[in-house]
């Protein structure tokens, strides 16, 4: 009777797994993907049964026996022709690039649409400057409201760049709710208000994270085809991919994407997933401009902001100074951006009154931010000094324009055009022009992005950039109005150079990347400048990666993500800082022949996530790892009250053995029913967005969707570590209570001496996920070492072992003090003095050796033929 | 006395190790360099002292005390203050870029100049063409002679392209005197003479070597000054961005470059290098072309092959298909030159006579190759249908011109001008020059390369594709006299942009790279074709790479150097098999308890390099890997003669006390000439260079080396062992003889009886190095992890647990054959078909469980509680 009960509980309990699965795939905050995606991947072998084929039509209908049946069934084998023949990878791109290539391009064209709007409705009321400025004022307020408003409703995931939470993803942490549909229409519809608002906003990360989000629902998609979009590691590929997509199709820059994506989103970059991103990325792009050629706005593809600078003479060698110049300025102007934009945060969460004013009007700092700025950029007012009324792309435009403004110092001469005619002043000059423009635009682009809407940095940095870089080209050509060049030609200076060469600077200085160079080539179709840019470009990361993290590393910091720093350039302490002197020493650990009461106490006692498994305190030969919750769970199963409850009847029973059948049908309707339906709610009920989580959260829901169904003992536990939502920990209890009721007999005092009893026996860990191979480390491994090994292999924490036994721990928490510390100077443990001393010949150190002889003793039980000698201790690695 | 003795042993075995590490650095053919970075490091940190701090310079001086003592001291504090200002590896990678840029511009200049040479002497002769012939066929004759004969003399090693062996080096395989001087002064001059000759021949490949070796050494001689340069990791980290520069300046393609070395040379990119890389590529392009301004060939820096097609429209939408089509030849073409190169080494070494022949006249192969070769493009011969007279640099030139050869399909229309000529045949047309240089081009390419001069393909490569693309581009101005374009402008059509489309597309087909699109652009100067161009070189890869392997990939299978292959695109296969599936099961191992008997035995029937360390036979738990030749001087000490007359010694001491310290003096003399001076030789001999050892030698020089002081009973073994170099192995037993016949008095029976008692003991692990950590992985790790992780962490065999428990190993060999075989479809065993009842909920399976199981009663000695159930093995998963 106890294997059948037995039985029926671990179908239920199967049951409860797999909805619990679901939940997890974005729910659960993990770090050890291995893990998961080994479970997962298993999950999915026991769903495929037990032929290696893909599964047949017919099968899969069984699930589906709608009325669509016949056209799944057609466009399944469609599909299984087309993978035949092309492979799966290449239709997934295609169709990738091909949604990004029409969403970029619906999104262009409704932002478009939006901005002309706004200049239809300011122009049109040209005879009222009261009415004009409503007008100018009101419609980027309305729409940045609304982005935030919506977003904030729909998915607040959707808020912000999205690169940072991307490289956290790739990184191999499940970010919940952040690859959903929901999230996908919230960025989409949002973003293109607010890029439709004229704020100097960009969409750069927005499109990563879109392309992103494209590909995993595009995954999902296709997974109702075949069962093989659903491997995790294939989907991290994909993502990887997706990236180059959203920057590919956003500037219509394959290179630049695939290589900006990589430096921004990867620590180590696997090249086998290099192609599949230039793949989709060219494709995309490629679409995205041929729908432009469609729709008659191009002659045929070219680049999205083309110039045409000479190509015979380019630059002088003599103005690479000025290049340089700008590069160094970029640098540090683009460290003080990623300042600035974190300064303001962290005020506008400091300042207690404002915030707590604000945060009960979530929509009010955006219309504020959004009034200030639209005021400010007013043409008939200060917008006149800063050339106000062109859009991001206007201003680009004429930034990157082939003329010289400043003709001859006397900015008159010259014959303003068109849209250029907004950087002239007849009260001021160009020079003056460009400086306010500069600066006005800095604070702004820097205050605009902390807007709780989809946005990106890149594109208002990079507009910065071009402009300071025209200032710096006008007035080299103001400064030497025939050219530098001393020969019989006279090459002009060419100020719109200068322009990219600003751009890619400040850009790249903002996100530490050099690959903004290659996609300035890109934008701009002319590759003739490519020295000047690398220079600047090289010299302003250099400036700003010595300053200030990176604006999607500040980012990361200010919202908490886990992140592994980068280590130093130059820092050769990083090779002698070792694993020993930053590993904890002190750590709790379960061992195999340990009791229920040993559980009880490690659990008590410490808030790591995954204990590691020994073989006996003595030898401690670590063995395998557990995971936390599992602890949990066989305590709680060991205290279950439907084990008390079995043994009570099992009890009774033995005294009164004729209602055997009958009573083991109604054990297990009612094992159900408990132990299925409080889970059922608290898991589904939706989790908190991960960023508002601690990232070191000691217990995740599993313990407290288990806790439900556990004893007395176990409470106090469960709720002092379920402390971050007690409520959810222990709001069970009432339902406890009866079931207790319904079919306990026992006394409390009865229940605690039964726990008690229980506490003492021994582990059954047969029924535990333990992770039998987690990830070690030697003692001597350098930090350079381990800091690789983290960042490749996506680690959380890894064991350190010598000889099979467990000497410590090292965590990324440990990692990062060690790194952040050496790069500081402060805060390492340096080896102690007489490391040293340690024999470099033989590998094995003394404590190896001893902890070696102490194990060959203990299997030996006597003496070694020379351990008599007089050589001592030291002398014992030679002993020859 | 005998742990004074002991002492004195481990004093010389430490001199001995030290000497032995200098002659491995290049010497030992390893795969685990985790390990030997490791003991490096732990060397350096024990010759630097106990300081943490940098030493004093007059700590230096004490190893220097010359006359240039001041000059150090100066340079010392110059470097000091550079390196606290400005970091050491930005003053490593400016040396770096500084040194390939002169090398490059010297080189460059060299080669022009013997072109000039040959274009002068053909010129001079211009009155008897039988003359002319003379020179024109004589001059490549002997330059590529003396350039082979050179590289044979000096350093084989020179020999080729280069790349493969970096991809190998790079991927932590230790090549020997692949980075010497000699090597580097070798490929230098070797390669200015064989392009100098005119051959088609590339210096892309070889490029990238000299970069490496200019890395490696600069590294070392900078390391003269402080003790930081000489980290195993970093040399590695300098090494990727050393082949970075190598494309930067070969071509002035700083981005290129970066991407060509990184698709070229690794798997896993450290997205950390990549800037160094950019920086060092780009400063060395930079001088490279400013060197040219000041040597007043250019006006100013522009691209090396400047193009000036029109920018306002580069191409019509409706001739992308013709783009395709060159993409989807050349893929065809690429694989084909890749089939043909292998085919004509494979028939060079397959023709017993020819090669006999060649063999003994090393320099009669290329001599006879370039023969055929110059005369068949001889101009006035054969050379004039096939622009014979130009250059590669010229070739290019015109290719890449920017007007249209064949005006109206009728090509005496156009007016050749200057090296425009050689196109042009009175009584041809363009069309057949370009076929003709195609064809006879592709087959000169593909011979002249393998060639034994240092020299790469991919400049030929390019040429060609060029020239086709040239020959498409004709075709369709033909064919569309006035462009594509229906609308008001006539826009003709550029074949010129259709030459860059082919180049890149050929070049990256061959090498399997898309960055050759970068290259394209930079040598260029020009972006405008950049879709075009990228999915010429998209389809030109897909094509080829699923033909053929790229041709250094090629290389490395033909020199036999060890490699991973690729993971395939889309065969989901890779997910599905896992390390279970194709690992060793019957492996061999040490026991912590075990006797030198079984240490022999396990010596004898396995060739593992590496032997796992168990706990013992019963419980298996892994406690660390032993190198196999670490067992072999286990065994030899314990065998040694030293021992025996140690143990003489004692005995006869012990019957006759009074002669203790004259005998120790004399034994530690004797034991110093015996142990050090056989040594010493055998390892000074300079060792085969790799490429003609069979990688999976069982023995290296180490157990070799150590067998000279061994008995009669490991003799056999370990001459059994060293089959491969069987005169190293046993050349030292006269010395043997002599040695003990010195002081030994037992005779042979006495010492095999001595032998088999010490054979009996039981082993002391003290003294030999144990990798602590050996990598581990676990039995449902996938392919596709097994594969990632072995790439990423450069591992050479893995060993697979379970709980502690050692259950097999995975080698580089089962992953090969794992993935070839799953690419072929073939000769992998899939996963049995139980495999899939496996519990999922669990991670833990059945016989996780069952070992657990056994783990936990063989501790515990009593039954658990529910073990008596009716559920059997198969539900014991989730007990409740």
């Not at 015979?312 to 340089?324: C, M, S, T, Y």
């Not at 995954?610 to 769970?633: D, F, H, K, W, Y």
Request: glycine fraction near 8%; include cysteine; proline fraction near 5%.
């Amino acid at each position: 009777s106890g294997g059948s009960g037995g039985t029926m509980a671990s179908e239920s309990e199967a049951q409860r797994a797999l909805q619990y699965e679901q939940t997890l795939m974005y729910g659960r905050y993990t770090q050890d993907l291995g893990t998961f995606a080994k479970d997962e991947a298993a999950r999915l072998r026991l769903q495929e049964g037990d032929t290696p084929q893909p599964r047949h039509p017919s099968e899969l209908l069984e699930y589906t026996q709608g009325r669509c049946a016949p056209c799944r069934v057609c466009a399944l084998q469609c599909q299984r022709f087309l993978i035949s023949k092309v492979g799966e990878d290449w239709v997934f791109l295609i169709l990738l690039g091909l949604v990004m290539a029409l969403v970029s391009w619906a999104m262009d064209f409704a932002i478009a649409t939006c901005l002309q709007a706004q200049k239809w409705m300011y122009g049109g009321l040209d005879t009222n400057v009261l009415l004009q400025y409503m007008a100018w004022v009101t419609y980027p307020t309305v729409l940045i409201t609304f982005s935030a408003g919506f977003t904030q409703i729909l998915a607040p995931q959707a808020v912000g760049s999205g690169i940072p939470e991307m490289k956290t993803i790739l990184r191999g942490v499940v970010l919940k709710e952040y690859l959903t549909l929901k999230t996908f229409v919230a960025k989409v519809i949002g973003l293109t208000c607010a890029l439709g608002s004229g704020m100097p906003l960009g969409k750069e990360g927005p499109f990563v994270h879109i392309a992103s989000m494209c590909a995993a629902l595009l995954s999902r998609f296709l997974s109702l085809f075949g069962g093989f979009y659903e491997n995790e590691a294939r989907n991290i590929e994909m993502l990887a991919a997706a990236c180059a997509v959203g920057v590919g199709c956003c500037f219509a820059a394959p290179i630049g994407g695939v290589l900006f994506s990589i430096e921004v989103t990867s620590t180590f970059f696997a090249v086998r997933n290099y192609w599949r991103g230039f793949f989709a990325a060219t494709f995309s792009a490629f679409i995205f401009r041929v729908l432009a050629v469609w729709n008659k706005d191009e002659e045929t593809i070219t680049a999205l902001f083309k110039t045409r600078f000479r190509l015979d003479f380019p630059f002088d060698l003599q103005e690479l100074p000025a290049f340089a110049v700008i590069g160094i300025a970029s640098g540090f102007g683009g460290a003080l951006f990623v300042y600035l934009n974190r300064k303001i945060v962290q005020f506008m969460r400091r300042q207690k009154t404002i915030n707590r004013f604000l945060m009960k009007k979530r929509l009010l700092f955006p219309a504020l931010v959004t009034l200030v700025i639209s005021t400010l950029t007013f043409p008939p007012g200060f917008g006149q000094f800063m050339a106000g009324q062109l859009t991001q792309k206007d201003t680009l435009v004429t930034l990157f324009d082939n003329q010289t403004w400043a003709k001859q110092g006397i900015s008159d001469e010259f014959e303003y055009l068109g849209i250029l005619e907004a950087w002239h002043h007849p009260r001021s000059n160009v020079f003056v022009t460009l400086v306010v423009f500069i600066l006005m635009k800095f604070w702004m682009s820097a205050l605009a992005t902390t807007i709780p809407v989809p946005c990106g940095a890149f594109m208002p940095v990079f507009v910065i950039g071009a402009a300071f870089g025209r200032l710096v080209g006008e007035s080299m050509a103001a400064w030497f109005p025939d050219g530098i060049h001393t020969d019989s030609n006279i090459y002009r200076i060419v100020p719109g150079g200068y322009a990219v060469v600003g751009a890619a600077a400040l850009s790249g200085a903002v996100t530490h990347t050099v690959s903004t160079a290659v996609i300035v080539f890109e934008l701009t179709g002319q590759i003739s400048h490519i020295l000047p840019v690398m220079i600047a470009v090289i010299l302003a990361n250099a400036v700003a990666q010595s300053l200030q993290p990176s604006l999607y590393d500040s980012i990361i910091r200010i919202k908490k993500l886990p992140y592994l720093p980068e280590l130093g350039w130059g820092h050769h302490e990083k090779y002698n800082v070792r694993v020993e002197d930053i590993m904890v020493r002190d750590i709790r650990y379960v061992t195999l022949n340990c009791k229920y009461r040993d559980l009880q106490q490690v659990l008590h006692s410490t808030k790591m996530k995954n204990l590691p498994l020994v073989e006996s305190a003595e030898s401690m030969i670590l063995l395998g790892s557990i995971e936390r919750t599992q602890v949990g769970a066989l305590l709680s199963s060991q205290l279950s009250p439907q084990r008390r409850l079995l043994t009570l009847r099992q009890k009774v029973l033995s005294e009164d053995g004729h209602r055997l059948s009958d009573s083991s049908i109604r054990f297990q309707i009612s094992t159900e029913t408990s132990s299925g339906t409080p889970a059922r709610p608290a898991l589904r009920k939706p989790l908190k967005p991960a960023l508002k989580r601690v990232p070191s959260s000691p217990a995740d829901s599993p313990p407290v969707g288990s806790a439900d169904h556990t004893g007395i003992a176990l409470k106090s536990l469960f709720c002092a570590n379920a402390a971050t939502e007690p409520t959810e920990g222990c709001s069970n209890t009432p339902l406890l209570q009866e079931e207790m009721i319904l079919g306990d007999k026992m006394t409390p005092a009865e229940i605690l001496e039964w726990e008690e009893q229980q506490l003492d026996q021994l582990v059954d860990f047969s029924s535990a996920k333990i992770d039998p191979a987690p990830f070690q480390l030697v003692e001597h491994t350098s930090l350079h070492k381990t800091h690789t090994i983290f960042s490749l292999l996506g680690l959380d924490h890894a064991f350190v072992t010598s000889i099979g036994r467990l000497v410590g721990m090292v965590s990324l928490k440990e990692l990062r003090k060690a790194i952040e510390g050496s790069l500081t100077g402060k805060g390492v443990k340096v080896r102690p003095p007489l490391a040293s001393f340690r024999d470099s010949t033989a590998s094995t150190t003394e404590a190896d050796t001893t902890a070696l002889r102490q194990l060959w003793d203990r299997h030996q039980h006597h003496h070694m033929p020379r351990e008599a000698g007089p050589g001592g201790d030291d002398d014992d690695d030679t002993p020859k």
